[in-house]
């Protein structure tokens, strides 16, 4: 069954280095999502991506944020300088329509120490 | 600003009894999903609600959406031990156009004993 991957699973920074977080979204899919989740809160959407570009973000998605999808089947999310509070697991999604649900990946821990 | 609000947050049950969990939200919109994601593990897509009145049954789990009411409901039938997660419901604020952003409730952590 196709599934969404991310890599790593669990990354660990010093605060103020730069991470990128790798996600391989299903092949057939067009939309990517990125979304976070802080230990014990409730999962906050970050990005959607479609047709090679932003289609909608939110607030958390500041300029430190930025996303790619380099070479037609990763899709990254990188933060430029992370902070203390940047330390959440990171979910990639795909769907392959509009109005389909969207698959989730395995997520990465990320620890900003 | 949608807020998507869900109740219980917290759920003990009896294996064999029915509950049902709800999702209110403060928005128009027709695109309702329900999630579920076991400890330290990614979200499980359960349920696509895409209209009012539409109701959708998996085992012991049924969805059901009122977009009038605004409201879900995730209703558990003779709960088993194997239900035990956490359910999110996520309401899409960009319905009508490309989907984009999912709002997630705080989600029901929902503890099923024998």
């Known amino acids: 069954e196709p599934e969404v991957t991310q890599t790593p699973s669990h990354q660990v920074t010093q605060m103020g280095q730069e991470v990128i977080l790798r996600c391989v979204p299903i092949s057939n899919h067009l939309y990517f999502y990125w979304y976070r989740q802080i230990l014990g809160q409730k999962v906050e959407f970050l990005v959607s991506?479609?047709?090679?570009?932003?289609?909608?973000k939110s607030e958390i998605f500041d300029d430190q944020f930025s996303v790619e999808r380099p070479d037609g089947s990763n899709f990254t999310l990188k933060i430029r300088s992370t902070k203390l509070e940047d330390s959440a697991m990171y979910f990639c999604?795909?769907?392959?329509?509009?109005?389909?649900?969207?698959?989730f990946g395995q997520g990465t821990r990320l620890t900003v120490v | 600003e949608l807020k998507v609000e869900q109740n219980p947050l917290f759920l003990s049950m009896q294996e064999g009894k029915n509950y049902t969990i709800y999702c209110n939200y403060s928005?128009?919109?027709?695109?309702l999903y329900w999630y579920r994601q076991d400890p330290g593990k990614s979200l499980e897509s359960l349920f696509v609600l895409l209209s009012n009145g539409a109701v959708k049954q998996e085992g012991r789990l049924m969805a059901s959406l009122d977009t009038k009411a605004r409201l879900s409901t995730l209703h558990i039938t003779a709960a088993v031990h194997d239900l035990s997660a956490t359910y999110f419901c996520a309401v899409d604020l960009n319905y009508g156009g490309s989907q984009g952003n999912l709002i997630f409730g705080k989600g029901t952590k929902l503890s099923v004993k024998p």
């Open positions: 991506f479609y047709n090679n570009e932003i289609s909608e």
């Open positions: 999604a795909s769907s392959g329509q509009a109005d389909a649900e969207a698959f």
């Open positions: 928005t128009t919109s027709d695109r």
